[in-house]
């Protein structure tokens, strides 16, 4: 079992930065992805970014040039730094882990075994 526990969510005013941060313990080693995603009130839930255990990283289209995302694994946590933050990007955060078979399938949330609780982003 995998626990995910995220930070570093708050309140930024467009054009700001934020850094969340996704923090994990347990068997990481049964996944090799770990990434975010997020969800609006009434939107579906979206992917906004994953990274491989072997560094290969994903970017939704929506936030690619502006986000990044980074990894620590001697930490076992997952950075992403969200630059010219818009206020299309309010949601709620999830950082989630999982085993992929290759990473071009990364924004499928059903491919990810374990789910933080979420941080909230609002951009106003």
């Known amino acids: 079992h995998v626990q995910l526990v995220e930070s570093g969510g708050g309140s930024v005013q467009a054009g700001g930065s934020l850094t969340l941060s996704c923090a994990a313990d347990?068997?990481?080693?049964?996944?090799?992805?770990m990434a975010w995603f997020r969800q609006a009130p009434g939107k579906e839930r979206e992917g906004v970014a994953a990274?491989?255990?072997?560094?290969?990283?994903y970017y939704a289209d929506s936030v690619r040039g502006r986000f990044t995302i980074t990894q620590d694994k001697a930490k076992k946590t997952v950075y992403l730094q969200m630059n010219s933050l818009k206020p299309e990007d309010t949601a709620m955060y999830f950082c989630?882990?999982?085993?992929?078979?290759?990473?071009?399938?990364?924004?499928?949330?059903?491919?990810?075994?374990?789910w933080g609780q979420g941080t909230q982003v609002t951009v106003s």
């Open positions: 347990g068997r990481t080693t049964t996944t090799n992805y």
């Open positions: 990274i491989g255990s072997g560094g290969g990283r």
């Open positions: 989630a882990a999982g085993r992929l078979a290759y990473g071009p399938i990364w924004q499928r949330g059903s491919l990810y075994n374990y």
